[in-house]
C-alpha cells in the first residue's frame, strides 16, 4: 500500500449503514455485573457466546466464565450458564476452538490476582455440541512453553492452529517489549489429534520484526493465512504468510490511514463472497494527550472509541471500505468492543450481527447484540 495518508485515504469509502438494530442479551446485575469479552462460535442454526461475568475488568477472584446459546431463525436463547469458575482465579476470557471430529472446547485465559497474574491456560470440553461441558484441564507445557492467553483458532482438514501468547512468568516465557515487561510473544501452536496435544509451529514477534504484539486474529487465505495484530506500540498491522507462518507481505495499517489512530482493540478477521473484513475497537480521531494511546480499562478519552468494520482487497491488502457501525455519535462508552461476528438469512435477506460489550458512563458493561442489512455493509 502506497501513497501519503490523505491520498490513501481519498481511495476508501466510507459506509453509513442506515439499518441497525441494537439489543441486550445479557443484563448487568447482581453482585458480578460486570459482563465482558464476547467469543462466538457459529454452529450454524445456533450460535454460542462465552463471556466473563465478574466486578471488574480485572484483579476479581471468583469471575466466572458463561455462556448463552442462540438460534439464528427464532431468537430464543438458552442460558446463562456457567461453564468454568474457580473461587481464587479469574476467569478472564474465553476462546472457542471447534476441532475436526466436532468436539468443542474453550481455552481460558485464567489470572490470579496481583501481579504476575498469568497462571496457564486452561480449557474445558464439550462432545455434545456445546449442551455440556467437562472438568476444567490444565494445558500445561507445549514444546517447553506454557501459554497463558489464546486468541483464536482456525481448524482446516484434520488440523487446528491456535494463536496463543506467553508471559514472562510462564515456564518458556521471556519479556519482549519494555512497554510491557510481562508480556511475551504470541505464538502459533498446531494441534493434528483435536487438542489432545500441541506442538510449536512459530513465534509470530520474531517474525514480524521483533514487534511487541497481543491480540491477534487470523484466518486462511489462499494456501497460507492472514493476521492482523495488535501492538502494544500502538499499531495495528496486517501480515500475509505461506503455510508455515512465514511472512510474505505486512503492511502497517495505523501508518496508512487517518481513520485509525492507534491499535484497533480485539480484533477479529473473516471472510465473506472473496472479501476479507476486519472487525474491531478503533479510535478515528488521536487521543487527547501527544504520544498516548488508549488503554483498556484506562481513563475515558474525548476521541471516543467506535467500533468498526473494514474491508480489504486480498490481493493488494488496501483497505477499501470502513464503516462506523458503533458510536458514532461519540458517546461515552467507557469499556468495550470485544465483537464477534454472525451472519443470518432471513426471508433472502442476509443480516450482518456482532456480539459485543458496551458500558456508558463508567457503568458496569452488558452483552449486547448489533444488527445490520449485510448489503449495506459489503
Known sequence: VGG??????????????????????VVSDGAQPYLAFPALLDLGEDVLVSYKR????????????????????????????????SDDMIMQMGEWVRFPNGDIASYIDVCQPGDPARIGLRSVRSIDGGRTFGPMERVGVVD??????????????????????????????????????????????????????????????????????NESTFIRLGDGFLVSTRGYDDRERLHLTDADFKVRR????????????????????????GLVYLLGRNWTKAASVPGTA?????????????????????????????????????????????AAPYFREVDGRTYFNVITYKGLDRRPPQIVELEYHWDELR
Open 144 to 213: 517447553g512453553v506454557e501459554y497463558g492467553y489464546s486468541f483464536e483458532a482456525v481448524t482446516h482438514g484434520r488440523s487446528t492452529w491456535m494463536l496463543a501468547m506467553t508471559f514472562a512468568n510462564l515456564t518458556g516465557g521471556y519479556s519482549v517489549s519494555a512497554l510491557r515487561p510481562s508480556a511475551g510473544s504470541v505464538d502459533v501452536i498446531r494441534s493434528d489429534d483435536n487438542g489432545r496435544t500441541w506442538r510449536f509451529v512459530r513465534n509470530l514477534s520474531r517474525e514480524f520484526g521483533d514487534i511487541p504484539i
Open 4 to 25: 501519503s495518508r490523505a491520498s490513501v485515504a481519498a481511495d476508501v469509502t466510507e459506509l453509513h449503514p442506515a439499518y441497525r438494530r441494537e439489543q441486550v442479551l
Open 294 to 338: 488508549p488503554r483498556d480499562g484506562g481513563p475515558s478519552f474525548p476521541a471516543a472509541m467506535k467500533l468498526c468494520l473494514f474491508r480489504f482487497d486480498p490481493t493488494s491488502l488496501a483497505i477499501t471500505a470502513y464503516a462506523v457501525i458503533d458510536n458514532a455519535e461519540g458517546a461515552n462508552v467507557t469499556d468495550g468492543y470485544y
Open 250 to 273: 505486512q503492511v502497517d495499517l495505523t501508518a496508512t490511514y487517518p481513520f485509525i489512530k492507534s491499535h484497533v482493540g480485539r480484533p477479529r478477521l473473516f471472510a465473506r463472497d
Open 54 to 85: 465478574g466486578r471488574s475488568h480485572g484483579d476479581d477472584s471468583g469471575a466466572a466464565l458463561d455462556m448463552i446459546r442462540l438460534n439464528k431463525v427464532s431468537g430464543r436463547m438458552i442460558g446463562p450458564r456457567m461453564i468454568a469458575q
